[in-house]
């Protein structure tokens, strides 16, 4: 297997049809470019996700801390519907100070708290062999009802594309905040990109449209970046997506930081950035609510019939590999292992 997540190829290959039991209560189950699953209980149902703890310690613990908490948060957000469970399980290196537990936790209980999200179960534990920063994974629950819940294969040909942040915004604000002062960038440029990391959620957009308008799709654009979300949107609702490159928002320090390592800011991981298909008469009032909050975002393009992602007309490839990583090592080989 490839370092990330897995790709398209391997779900088919060796995900689809070994997936337990057929169950009545499934409403969504496993689907390529579905980040969660959704159940009926009773009369409501609960979208729930899965996803990695990843500290990066070298962020600074609260940092670290913050961007782990809503990684764990974030895909169960996207189904429209508001987190309130997360079980959590931290599997931690035998040396792991209390002090260092302290402040992951206390950083995870106030960002829980902020968003009303109960810490209902979990496991805490040190073991041989487990290393920073993935150090364990978690799960999300949102429960509400049926109608309201947005997944990413509800997109109809028709429904405008709304991308909020643009490209590269994790990316960004990761590289800015560890190597800004040492990039050969403006003091502006680097400022800006350190900026672009307290945009790496995507919790507050998906709210922000799920209740302004009729959403019929979400997904995020984590690893291999928008180009890749795109694509994950498209596959997940069996249509094609046509969009317009300069439509798409970029924020400050993206252009000067991706230009530094050679990156394609459309394949870089972009936690943060949400890909929305939008019934036409929502539009604008999906737009007015982002502006109210302060969230960049833009019509686009359109989903049509067919398949895949063009972008001016033309295809857009599914990127094979995420250029966050490799930078990263660049950047410590560059300018040292003390970032």
């Known amino acids: 297997m490839d370092d990330g ?98 402040a992951i936790w206390e950083v995870f209980d106030r960002e829980a708290r902020a968003l009303g999200v109960s810490l209902t179960t979990g496991h805490t534990g040190t073991y041989e062999g487990c290393s920073f920063p993935t150090v364990g994974g978690a799960t999300a629950l949102a429960v ?57 959620t995507p919790v507050r957009d998906a709210a922000t449209m799920a209740a302004a308008g009729e959403v019929t799709a979400m997904h995020d654009a984590t690893e291999r970046g928008l180009a890749n979300g795109l694509h994950e949107l498209a596959a997940a609702s069996g249509v094609g997506l046509s969009v317009a490159r300069d439509a798409v928002p970029v924020l400050p320090g993206v252009r000067a930081v991706c230009e530094q390592f050679g990156m394609d800011a459309w394949a870089a991981s972009s936690e943060g950035t949400v890909i929305a298909a939008v019934d036409p008469g929502s539009v604008d009032a999906v737009l007015g609510a982002l502006g109210d909050e302060g969230i960049p975002a833009a019509d686009v393009g359109v989903v049509e019939a067919g398949s895949g992602v063009t972008v001016d007309g033309d295809p857009l490839a599914e990127p094979a590999a995420d250029p966050l990583w490799p930078a990263y090592r660049t950047a410590r080989s560059r300018y040292g292992d003390d970032a």
């Open 5 to 102: 997540k897995a790709g398209r190829g391997f779900f088919d290959d060796h995900i689809a049809g070994r997936t337990g039991a057929d169950r009545d209560d499934v409403r969504l189950g496993p689907t390529y470019g579905a980040d969660f699953g959704v159940v009926a209980i009773a009369d409501s149902v609960v979208a729930m996700a899965t996803d990695p703890v990843f500290v990066l310690r070298a962020l600074g613990i609260e940092r670290a801390a913050w961007f782990a908490f809503h990684i764990c948060v974030s895909d169960v957000a996207l189904s429209g519907l508001s987190p309130a469970h997360l079980a959590v399980d931290l599997n931690l290196p035998p040396d792991t100070a209390t002090e260092t537990f302290d």
């Open 144 to 200: 509400g009802a049926a109608e309201d819940v947005v997944t990413p294969t509800g997109a109809q040909p028709g429904d405008r594309v709304v991308v909020t942040k643009g490209p590269a915004v994790e990316t960004t604000g990761m590289l800015g905040v560890l190597f800004g002062d040492r990039l050969p960038i403006s003091a502006a440029a680097a400022a800006a990109a350190r900026d672009r990391f307290a945009d790496a």
